[in-house]
């Protein structure tokens, strides 16, 4: 039997009873989680990022202002050279981890950002698109983007692609929604971006266990796209703000 009560789903099976709740993981939840997921490869982590942070100037100009947008611990706005650099997590250890100069927001992504419109350059965001809890909730956080980026801001986003890892994606308890470069390029159009970039398969799957390889290998990794094909788990989308039209309403 299925009912609901006090916004959660409750599910009796027989005598027994299951309680599920549908709501995100709290700040102290995501400590626990992250500390235990990434306890000793954080120095590993930092090089790594420091490496891709390389690859990702492309899009992102020195002069930029640039949000990570679930910065976890915040090896990617860290390693960044950029005019203005914000982040924003729920995990309250993202503070911590933050170097001087870095602005951390702590607050949920489907509320209103604490940020001025048309402020950003670009808002990058890397393996957090999976981790809300529905599709609804990521429109709301794409809209958020869209509003605090300038006209032909950048949304730059890579994550693990369902179509590739339809078993090895459920392997994290805080994995709840499914994407392809697809289906989130799609979700952006609706949002207001334009589409740059769209590969389905980037970077390996994850970070938090296995082999740590020499650095020298994802340099020549991201240099070799032909590579991409073979082991790439993650995809990356880069979308662009509309330009408004002229007479067009905000």
Not at 68 to 87: H, K, S, T, V
Not at 178 to 195: N, Q, V
């Amino acid at each position: 039997m299925f009912h609901a009560t006090a916004g959660r789903l409750r599910i009796r099976i027989d005598i027994r009873e299951i309680i599920v709740s549908p709501e995100a993981h709290s700040p102290a939840d995501l400590q626990q989680l992250y500390e235990a997921r990434f306890a000793g490869r954080s120095d590993y982590r930092k090089r790594v990022w420091e490496v891709l942070c390389r690859f990702f100037a492309r899009w992102i100009p020195a002069e930029a202002a640039v949000l990570d947008l679930g910065c976890g611990w915040c090896e990617f706005i860290n390693a960044l050279p950029c005019r203005r650099r914000f982040a924003m997590d729920l995990n309250p250890d993202a503070q911590l981890h933050a170097l001087p100069g870095v602005k951390v927001l702590q607050q949920d992504c489907a509320e209103t950002w604490q940020l001025e419109d048309d402020s950003l350059d670009v808002v990058f965001t890397s393996n957090f698109f999976e981790h809300l809890t529905s599709k609804s909730v990521l429109e709301k956080t794409l809209l958020e983007a869209q509003r605090v980026l300038k006209t032909d801001g950048r949304l730059i986003a890579m994550g693990p692609n369902i179509k590739y890892l339809p078993g090895a994606y459920w392997d994290f308890i805080d994995h709840n929604l499914a994407l392809t470069e697809l289906s989130l390029l799609e979700l952006m159009k609706k949002c207001g971006f334009d589409g740059e970039l769209c590969v389905g398969r980037f970077l390996p799957y994850t970070m938090s266990g296995g082999r740590q390889y020499p650095i020298w290998t994802l340099r020549l990794y991201l240099a070799v796209p032909m590579a991409w094909r073979f082991w790439g788990k993650q995809f990356l989308v880069v979308g662009r703000k509309k330009i408004r039209q002229v007479g067009q309403m905000s």
